[in-house]
DNA sequence: GTTGAGCGTT
């Protein structure tokens, strides 16, 4: 029972949702079933993560078989300390379909009979309830500077931040004492990135050498104009010949 | 090795 949401909605039909917030960024759904399944019968323990960094977003949602026992849980995990935060567990408002539920209580989704007359009309709700709040994953603000930063990156582009991981299984001990390998593969990624091509300059805006930056910019000011490019080299710190770092004879590996 | 209001995936 390690591998919560790890193989999507296992089969909750008349399961009840519990939100835990308030969890640390290293509790894992595994840190909580034990807590959980203590009060009764835990269907399933899912953590909302990000998508690139694959990080928990700190909080979880836990669904118990019985409407009682998730009741019970609240009531005894609620403001429990956890991991040294105190949780708060209570019932979920809305499903994983983006739908309002009652008392946690998730309503399964429907078959793939969408025709399902009088079960709701499209279109509708979903962005109701989404509207108290503009800022829907707008966690935090800490994290927004480089969210938005990394979102601009990787804008359509990242796709497969899954697959990195789907080569090699998780290990149990994934607890919180190895919890840290997210911050090696996010800068990981991000430095062969870097070094991939070398120089890719697919904007011409881009292709502005070095010696474009305003520090050094001012030194080709209009006044200076009457050196000649090579003699302003030539007076400038000389630029590492471009070979050197194997740009153009760049032999793969 | 970070952050801290909130509502979710194969």
Do not use: W
């Not at 690139?52 to 019970?72: H, L, M």
């Not at 991981?165 to 430095?191: A, I, Q, T, V």
């Amino acid at each position: 029972m390690s591998h919560f949401g790890r193989s999507g909605p296992p089969d909750i039909r008349d399961t009840f949702s519990l939100l835990v917030l308030n969890i640390t960024f290293r509790t894992t759904a595994d840190d909580l079933f034990p807590l959980f399944d203590k009060y009764g019968k835990v269907v399933d323990i899912f953590i909302p993560r990000d998508r690139r960094t694959g990080d928990s977003r700190g909080f979880a949602f836990v669904r118990y078989k019985y409407a009682e026992e998730a009741q019970r849980a609240v009531e005894k995990l609620d403001g429990r300390n956890v991991d040294g935060r105190d949780i708060m567990v209570q019932f979920a408002k809305y499903g994983p379909n983006a739908e309002p539920i009652q008392k946690g209580r998730v309503v399964e989704t429907f078959p793939k009979t969408k025709g399902r007359p009088g079960s709701r009309s499209p279109g509708r709700n979903r962005d109701d309830y989404r509207g108290r709040a503009s800022s829907r994953r707008s966690r935090s603000r800490s994290r927004d500077r480089y969210d938005r930063h990394d979102r601009d990156r990787y804008r359509g582009r990242e796709r497969d931040y899954r697959h990195r991981s789907g080569s090699h299984s998780l290990s149990p001990d994934y607890s919180r004492g190895h919890g840290r390998s997210r911050y090696d593969e996010d800068r990981r990624r991000s430095r062969s990135r870097s070094r991939s091509l070398g120089r890719r300059s697919p904007s011409p805006h881009m292709s502005k050498s070095p010696d474009e930056s305003p520090g050094r910019r001012r030194e080709r000011s209009p006044a200076s104009k009457s050196i000649s490019p090579r003699g302003r080299r030539a007076d400038s710190r000389s630029p590492p010949p471009c070979n050197s770092d194997g740009v153009f004879f760049s032999s793969n590996n």
